[in-house]
């Protein structure tokens, strides 16, 4: 199952609202997780089963599915949050991730 | 809290077998299961494998049945072994554990990179 995330990369500032997509090339229902990774780390997982927020993750993070169609969005943009992002599918192996979204400081 | 840690040689020969082990703290194995995932230098994601504490695997296909897993319940570890490998191999490998439904990887290791070189 191909995972197609846009876009790449995203410039934005402190406070905005972001929102990165992800669609799957078929139905995974709502087997779909979303990991922030920062360099040099493990990726950290956010969103689980498509908009279940993981505990200890800020409440700005939201996930919302509709068909094949998966967004996060980021509701108001802390430095903390200028990371690498990659949706997962888990409904099919071989389990297959975006090719992630570059989140930038503008 | 499950802790994670990959250990295993850095620096691996062309053509050569990559040796990984993943050690487990914090949780049994007997609860998950556990993959390897790799990330080449300035890539993505992708993923190699699972296992079970019953020894059972599952592979991506794109790995051309060059991976072996398996699992050791008394110490709490699981390994992975890639053969006949290339500089393509070269990645942070990284271990982790997937969660029964609705099926999330929640706790990775810190990752190690592997250099395929001569």
């Known amino acids: 199952i191909q995972m197609t995330q846009s876009p790449s990369s995203l410039s934005a500032s402190v406070g905005d609202r972001v929102t990165i997509s992800c669609r799957a090339s078929q139905s995974i229902r709502s087997y779909l997780n979303w990991y922030q990774q920062k360099p040099g780390k493990a990726p950290k997982l956010l969103i689980y089963?498509?908009?279940h927020l993981q505990g200890g993750v800020p409440s700005r993070f939201s996930g919302f599915e509709s068909g094949t169609d998966f967004t996060l969005t980021i509701s108001s943009l802390q430095t903390e949050d200028f990371a690498t992002y990659y949706c997962?599918?888990?409904?099919?192996?071989?389990?297959?991730f975006g090719q992630g979204t570059r989140l930038e400081i503008k | 809290q499950v802790q994670l840690q990959e250990s295993g040689p850095g620096l691996v020969k062309p053509s050569e077998t990559l040796s990984l082990t993943c050690t487990v703290s914090g949780d049994s194995l007997i609860t998950s299961s556990w993959s390897w995932i790799r990330q080449p230098p300035g890539k993505g994601l992708e993923w190699i494998g699972k296992?079970?504490?019953?020894?059972?695997?599952e592979f991506n296909p794109s790995l051309k049945s060059r991976a072996i897993m398996s699992v050791d319940t008394s110490t709490n570890q699981f390994s992975l072994k890639l053969s006949s490998v290339t500089a393509a191999d070269t990645a942070m490998y990284y271990c982790?554990?997937?969660?029964?439904?609705?099926?999330?990887?929640?706790?990775w290791g810190q990752g190690i990179l592997v250099t395929v070189s001569s």
């Open positions: 296992i079970y504490y019953s020894g059972t695997t």
């Open positions: 982790a554990r997937k969660t029964r439904e609705p099926y999330y990887f929640d706790s």
């Open positions: 089963a498509a908009s």
């Open positions: 997962q599918q888990s409904y099919r192996t071989p389990i297959t």
